[in-house]
């Protein structure tokens, strides 16, 4: 089967800037997780979608961070406005439901902040 | 808040050394644990994990874990390592019920020497 997929692999933009990732999850896969993992850190999750619905998104900074998975299928995350402190490795996982627990993860798209 | 801890930063060990990596995580209550591997370009992937039951759980390429609810860890073990198991590995800890609030531990880098 297909992994997860997401783009870009790599970004690099200038602090206050914007910038968008996006992920396709495994077919079938109701739930989606981003996560953010800075150099030298484990992955800290971001946000939890179950389908279209939010389940979890105590972690995320709200002021500056948006996700959206409108049709319970691929989800874009949105940095607005991009901060030194960004740079990471955004990542992006599915599993086929909350209580699968095993989770796949895509590539990520590392982000640099300049 | 929940925490993951992983002992080792760093682990450089020979072929067919014997291997431990640590895990504590600091949750009381009832908990999943599960142990994920990053191999050297690509993608974290599951190596095993723990639901309920035996708290010796056997994985993927040897690996094994064993859970001691009265010491709050979840340590990772394999009798002889091989150079291909050189990655990054990350213990994580979710509550039970919710499948959600993953948290990751910082990781261990483990390199084989040949």
């Known amino acids: 089967e297909a992994g997860v997929a997401q783009s870009p692999r790599y970004k690099i933009i200038e602090k206050r800037q914007s910038v968008a990732f996006w992920c396709n999850p495994i077919?079938?896969?109701?739930?989606l997780y981003w996560y953010q993992q800075i150099l030298g850190q484990g992955p800290k999750l971001l946000i939890q979608?179950?389908?279209?619905?939010?389940?979890?998104d105590s972690q995320l900074p709200k002021d500056r961070f948006s996700a959206e998975r409108l049709k319970g299928v691929d989800s874009t995350l949105k940095i607005q406005p991009a901060k030194l402190e960004d740079s990471a490795v955004y990542l992006c996982?599915?599993?086929?439901?909350?209580?699968?627990?095993?989770?796949?993860f895509g590539p990520g798209t590392r982000l640099t902040v300049t | 808040a929940q925490s993951v801890s992983q002992h080792n930063h760093h682990v450089i060990l020979s072929e067919a050394a014997s291997l431990e990596l640590g895990c504590n995580y600091s949750?009381?209550?009832?908990?999943?644990l599960f142990w994920y591997v990053q191999y050297p370009g690509q993608h974290l992937q599951l190596l095993l994990k723990?639901?309920?039951?035996?708290?010796l759980v056997k994985g993927i390429k040897g690996f094994e874990a064993e859970f001691i609810k009265s010491k709050f860890s979840f340590n990772l073990r394999k009798p002889s390592v091989q150079w291909s198991d050189t990655a990054e590995y990350f213990c994580?800890?979710?509550?039970?019920?919710?499948?959600?609030?993953?948290?990751f531990g910082p990781g261990t880098r483990l390199s084989v020497l040949p």
């Open positions: 723990y639901f309920s039951g035996d708290p």
């Open positions: 996982a599915s599993s086929s439901g909350p209580f699968s627990y095993e989770q796949y």
């Open positions: 979608f179950q389908n279209n619905g939010v389940v979890d």
């Open positions: 994580a800890v979710n509550r039970d019920n919710y499948g959600q609030n993953f948290v």
């Open positions: 077919s079938g896969h109701a739930t």
């Open positions: 949750y009381g209550g009832t908990v999943n």
